[in-house]
């Protein structure tokens, strides 16, 4: 008996594909138990919602529901090119995700190079652990420190009026203002984690090469750019090519803790217009249309990012 | 040879300031919140208080604990945090082991999975079926549709995978099962892999705020994280429960700043043990093979 089931069970850890469907169900049965979890919570609560989406193509009314709503074809899709309000949150939406996305790749690349020119371990060390932490904090909270720090009577125009006399910035309330001040406090949440691969690239680059660098003369500006850069550039082009997916994605913690109605004209992104819209005045089903209309372009563009990136830099998601 | 150049040195006089500069940006404004929720009501409304207490007093910390919104809230975060991670933790090792290994249909598994990653139904398709399965107003709105996460998957896989298969093998011919090896070699062996998942999983029900204010139909019902947010972002006074004396006498800032911090301090306290595994984590599920 033991001689007989031994292959077997060695078989466990071997390649299986090729085993017709009841062997491998005898053998494996408890890898398809094991996955049985997850699958429940996804086909519920990830594929459970694209059901909902056929609300798109309705006028939903709660009380009638999906079986009971009429159905009118593309209307829903049609009025997001005709109401001006959520084309212009389309297009605050595209613009602040460019810009997080340009500014949020170029400035962890910089801070990551200025950081490995630290020879200090105590004091890298130091820098490290306190630029990491603000990821970490939840945007209420950010929005909580920056309503206060920002606000008329707040610490940043307190020092501008008494240091140079200027009058009294409303950051969170101009409109032109509203972006920048989104983008920076972006930037500043999230940079320190940003880095972290790059630092990780810098430190596995093989010391060999500097040293031939400055046997070669190389000062320390021509080393970072003849060596560090060339070698952080993969990484580099992953990350770019992988950000395409998030283009609609401008962040709707942070813009719905900062925003307010005197900066829609600015702010308004697509997510949070499809929360008043929908939620709060109660269009379900052009609110789904709108969110249908952002996850489509968003899925074109990840799997256009990610074919590209396997491409370039062979990069696979798993 | 460079770094005994004059223009390096320069150099890293400017970068150690810049530096520092830019660490202090990360570190000051929780210094001020924390020196805000300390002070004395003339103190904060004068913009007095900058990264030190003035008029030291414990007011503002008294006030928030015997706010019972505030601490029926914090113990509604508990056990959201409490129970959303423990199921997280289950569904994803679970399958994480599993996918882990070579078996038949493991790809079209895996690609239900990540498709997940990829598109979703959106805001309003979510609300609706948390709805219809009648989870509103409950705990479980708030943890069962975020428990699934793809991303923490492919990184407890990948924990997975480096675990030596000649453990398993061995474990095998002793005649171990599956589910042994699973709970025996495989959990034990990726701790540090399921720490660093589980923590992010943790800050994660920690901080979320928007599921709070969109499936619960109180305040009462209200995570930590959500009321802060109609505290400190509607600033809603009422939820502040203060009566007109205390009014009076507290600063609505330094509440805010007491209450933002007590939110935060959770966060404080894991971010050490956070720190010491997500960089290893990070560049793992960044960097593969």
Redesign the interface.
Known sequence: METQV?PL??D??????K?P?GK?LKI?W???V??I???V??L??????????V?AFQDYK?WLGITGSTWIGWDNFERIFQYEESMQAIYNTLIIAVIKIIVGIIVPIF?AI??S??RNMG?KK??Q??????H??????V???M???LGL?G?IN?FLTNVFGIQPVYFLGDPELFRPTVIISDL?KNF??SM??YL??ITGIDPSYYEAA?IDG???RQ?IIHVTLPSMMP?II??ATLSLGNILDAG??QI??LYNPLVYSTGDII?TY??RS??LNGQ?GF??AV??F??GI??IL??ISYRIAYKVAN???? | ???K?K??KI??AF??L???L??????L??L??LA?SFSSKTAVNG?LV?FWPVDFNLDAYIKTFNNSNFTGSMWISVVRTVLGTLISM???T??G???S?????RNV??W???F??????????????VTK?GLKDTIWSLV?????GAYN??LI?NFFKTIP?AL??AA??DGA???VI?RKIYLPLSLPGLATVGLFIM?GN?????DGI?YMSSTEKYPL?SF??TV??QGSAQSMALSQSEAAALSE?SI??AQ?FI??LP??LV?PF??KY??KG??LG???E
């Not at chain 1, 519920?44 to 989406?53: D, R, T």
């Open positions: 031994r069970e060695t466990h850890v071997t390649k299986s594909r085993n469907w491998e494996h408890p890898l398809y094991f996955c979890p997850a699958l919570f996804v519920i609560f990830a594929y459970g919602p694209m059901v909902g989406l609300m709660p801070m200025l950081l020119e630290i004091l130091s820098i652990t306190l630029v990491y932490l603000p970490f904090l939840s945007w209420v909270t929005a909580g420190i309503i206060d720090i009577d610490g307190h500043w320190g984690f972290i691969v990780a690239v400055e190389a000062s320390r080393q990484m992953v990350i709707f913690d719905f803790n997510d499809v929360y929908s939620l379900y609110g789904t969110g249908l952002k996850s968003s899925f990840i799997v990069y696979k998601i798993f | 040879m460079y770094h150049s223009g390096y150099f890293s970068n150690h810049l530096l520092i830019v660490a202090l940006s990360c570190l404004p929780m001020h919140l805000q913009n900058t289950f569904i994803i679970t399958a082991y599993a996918l290994k070579d078996f038949r249909g598994l895996m239900i999975f990540i997940t990653m990829l598109f979703s139904g959106g805001l309003i398709p979510s609300y609706i079926l399965l069962l549709p975020g428990a699934f998957l492919i896989m298969k398993e093998e095998f011919i099962s599956f589910f699973f800050v920690w901080n979320a705020w928007f969109l994280a802060l947010q400190v972002v800032q805010k700043a933002i939110s935060t966060i404080i971010y956070l720190q997500f960089v990070i560049v960044a960097v593969k």
